[in-house]
């Protein structure tokens, strides 16, 4: 937590208080996690455990807004949200059939794919929509909403860009500053927009999160 405000201090003690009190083992690690088809996450919800884990980061605020965002996942899981519980026919998740579809497991049809993606990012829109709103409520946080709608952009965006080039990222697209400049501050995306990024923005995502890959 180096580096974070003293108010954005006591938020993480007070939510991994919270988490810790509803059985969720906690990790704030030192290290990276291999996340969706081998690549890289910032950090995670698991409810199987359940498990919550934020990894190292190029900057504090962009370890606090890892931090934020995964809380809110917490809160999705534990309240039950329609976005968190919704399936695929057959009761499958979709986080799990788009995991083993990038990692070359499974094929989907164009269709299967966007299905799985659209129930992802009704999700993540949440998501990021309760994250803004913790911004609004606790303004000692000490990050911007303009700056994580830009963030919170250009992560949406990238499932867009995975639905295409079925890699996941090895470097963080919403920890570089080139890419959060190209995105709106004051609205989040729309489910399309982020299913089909212009080809402007995903041409410029594609081209800065695959440099680690052999």
Known sequence: MDGITEDARRYVSAAVADMQASGVTVTLATEDSNGFGGGKLGGYFDEDGPTFFVAQAVSPQVWL????????HFRQWQSKSPTWTAKLGGDCCAWYVFDAWLQGVVE???????????????????????????????????????????AANVYLAWYGVARLL?????????????????????????????????????GAIAAN?????A
């Open 65 to 72: 807004s890892v931090f934020v965002h995964e809380y809110q």
């Open 108 to 150: 989907l049809t164009p269709q299967q794919r966007d299905d799985a993606l659209r129930v992802i990012l009704e999700c993540e829109r949440e998501c990021e929509t309760m994250a803004l709103a913790e911004l609004s409520a606790h303004a000692g946080l000490g990050l911007t909403p303009a700056w994580y709608h830009r």
């Open 209 to 213: 999160v695959f440099s680690e890959i």
């Open 166 to 202: 079925r890699q996941w990222y090895q470097l963080s697209p919403y920890a570089d500053e080139t890419l959060t400049q190209l995105m709106p501050s004051d609205r989040l995306l729309s489910i399309e927009e982020s299913l089909r990024p212009s080809p402007h923005i995903f």
